[in-house]
């Protein structure tokens, strides 16, 4: 995890370049020019450093409380058996939540791609010539599936052969999809990968997204964000909390998966305050890379929603089996993924 870190910060800081020059005439100008206006600094009346700095502080005390709030309280089922993952409530908070990540891939990761990738700001050829964004998503849902596949493998070849299990972890998963068995052995390793692999989607994402927001000085953009992004992660780290209490980790990996869900989007904003001097939202290096980075967020975040969670939940036995159950799930993916798809609004 700590090397995914370091990767994407190298991603993020070359973003911070300015292109380079191409000598063009400036009276006589190749068709791949980017326009003037995109290597300017942004203004206006909603633009203020010293206004969009105290917001951005206030961000990253809120962001952080409302992310560890959100992940950690799915762990909290010894103090509230109502939350333990064998009862139905659990069951509805997560087909809630899958929801919330759902729509944060379709209606906030992958319009935000779709813009960055089509801007103005980058050259037409190849840009605007090829629709990248989808491309690069259905390659990252794809290389997802072979990781979940692969790591799967792996756990069942090389892993603990003697992993604690917990009884009443049990029933509403489906088994290792090959041989069809629903041992508790088989949803342990499942569980495992499925925490790991989101957790890998959500920091991509959140670290994309508070860079964005810290580099900004734009107190119109800033104000809605501040509130979205406390729901977003607040929901986001509650399906995450419920696969990393189901993963049944030791105490210490716990504590560090909850620990850079937590902090992902706050240093992201830290670090875009620290490059605002120098970071250009709409110059084509930043462009380019937000742009990848979003629509290999967005495949993987999909996949995860729909596949490992959404579908395993509701294919599995314990809604098979609870018909009421079953439809009140339903409900709570839709409510999530329609409170989720309502903050596109502001966000």
């Not at 049944?248 to 998966?257: F, G």
């Not at 290999?296 to 490992?308: E, I, K, T």
């Not at 098979?320 to 409900?331: N, P």
Request: hydrophobic share 50%; net charge positive; proline share 6%.
């Amino acid at each position: 995890m700590a090397k995914l870190h370091l990767l994407i910060l190298s991603l993020l800081l070359l973003s911070t370049f300015p292109p380079p020059s191409h000598g063009a005439n400036p009276t006589t100008q190749p068709p791949n020019t980017i326009p003037e206006e995109c290597l300017k600094a942004t203004g206006g009346p909603c633009h203020s450093k010293t206004k969009s700095l105290k917001l951005k502080l206030v961000a990253i005390a809120a962001i952080l409380v409302a992310s560890m709030m959100g992940v950690t309280l799915p762990m909290l089922s010894r103090a509230i058996p109502a939350l333990q993952p064998d009862k139905k409530l659990f069951v509805l908070v997560k087909a809630f939540a899958s929801g919330v990540i759902l729509a944060t891939g379709y209606m906030h990761v992958l319009p935000d791609s779709f813009d960055c990738l089509t801007s103005e700001c980058l050259p037409e050829n190849p840009w605007r010539k090829f629709p990248f964004t989808t491309f690069i998503a259905m390659l990252s849902a794809v290389l997802t599936l072979m990781v979940d596949s692969y790591a799967m493998s792996w756990y069942k070849k090389y892993g603990p052969r003697n992993e604690n299990l917990d009884p009443k972890i049990s029933g509403h998963f489906h088994g290792d999809g090959s041989s069809g068995i629903d041992s508790p052995t088989s949803q342990l390793r499942r569980y495992r990968v499925v925490a790991q692999v989101l957790e890998l989607g959500i920091v991509v994402h959140s670290v994309v997204i508070g860079l964005s927001m810290g580099a900004s000085d734009n107190l119109c953009t800033i104000r809605p964000l501040v509130a979205a992004l406390c729901f977003h992660q607040f929901f986001e780290g509650m399906g995450l909390g419920g696969c990393i209490l189901q993963a049944e980790y030791e105490r210490k990996m716990k504590a560090m998966m909850v620990f850079f869900f937590s902090v992902t989007t706050p240093f992201g904003i830290a670090l875009g305050i620290g490059l605002s001097n120098v970071y250009r939202e709409n110059s084509p290096a930043a462009l380019m890379v937000v742009g990848i980075l979003d629509a290999v967020s967005a495949g993987l975040l999909n996949y995860m929603a729909l596949v490992d969670l959404l579908a395993a939940d509701f294919m599995g036995k314990k809604l098979q089996e609870d018909m009421k159950l079953q439809a009140a799930s339903y409900v709570a993916v839709f409510l999530g993924a329609g409170g989720m798809s309502v903050m596109a609004i502001w966000a």
